[in-house]
């Protein structure tokens, strides 16, 4: 992700995908600001609130950054979450490089899941009706290694799970990653595809993020 994402040559895909994460970090925390304020009058919405997770894939490994946001409201559970305050250590954890496999952070998310809401809940998992979409944000710059696995993956989930992603750079690459994504909605209505072409502005894209997940 070192090249340049447009075609000036103004800032690398590296950089703009750091600051593509670090507005969708804010718009998560803002709605977990939100569940909470929901949850104190009452409401129910922070209750079933999970929140959202990183991972990064880089280098040939697989590491989770830290949770975005719980929901929870408390301190220490939250002490290392990945947010506004914390992101720029936190991204220097990051190893970047190497190829584009999607089904490690994907197996880490679903576990995830299932530990909050579904078999690995402690109490036993929770009413279909009361588990909530898992949306899964991808930020990328080439095809998936792994783009088959992935859409079978996705048709075993019965309408739970959103993808988006975010296809970043310009160009051959750009247009092959688009088209593969794209594949791979025509076999999921539940998967979108943002395409930067060329664009460096994050807060636009962030903006597209946030508001497949809201």
Same mark, same amino acid.
């Given at each position: ?35 909470? %304020? ?76 299932? %530990? ?24 990328? %710059? ?32 750009? %247009? ?39």
């Amino acid at each position: 992700m070192d090249d340049d994402a447009d075609r000036a040559g103004t800032i690398t895909k590296k950089l703009l995908a750091i600051r593509l994460l670090r507005g969708i970090v804010a718009g998560t925390a803002d709605v977990d600001a939100q569940a909470s %304020d929901e949850h104190g009058q009452g409401g129910t919405f922070a209750t079933w609130f999970g929140g959202a997770r990183a991972g990064a894939i880089g280098k040939g490994h697989m590491r989770e950054v830290y949770p975005l946001a719980r929901g929870d409201n408390d301190p220490e559970d939250n002490a290392g979450d990945l947010n506004p305050n914390n992101f720029d250590l936190m991204m220097r954890t990051v190893r970047w490089g190497g190829n584009t496999y999607i089904m490690p952070s994907v197996r880490l998310q679903m576990q995830h899941y299932n %530990d909050e809401f579904g078999s690995g809940r402690e109490d036993g998992p929770l009413d279909t009706e009361y588990q909530p979409i898992l949306g899964l944000v991808t930020i990328t %710059d080439g095809e998936l290694g792994d783009g088959d696995q992935f859409a079978e993956w996705l048709e075993q989930q019965s309408g739970k799970v959103y993808a988006t992603t975010v296809v970043l750079g310009f160009g051959h690459e750009h %247009d092959r990653a688009v088209k593969q994504w794209k594949q791979i909605a025509l076999r999921n209505p539940h998967v979108f595809v943002i395409e930067a072409d060329g664009s460096t502005d994050a807060n636009d894209l962030a903006a597209q993020v946030l508001a497949r997940l809201r």
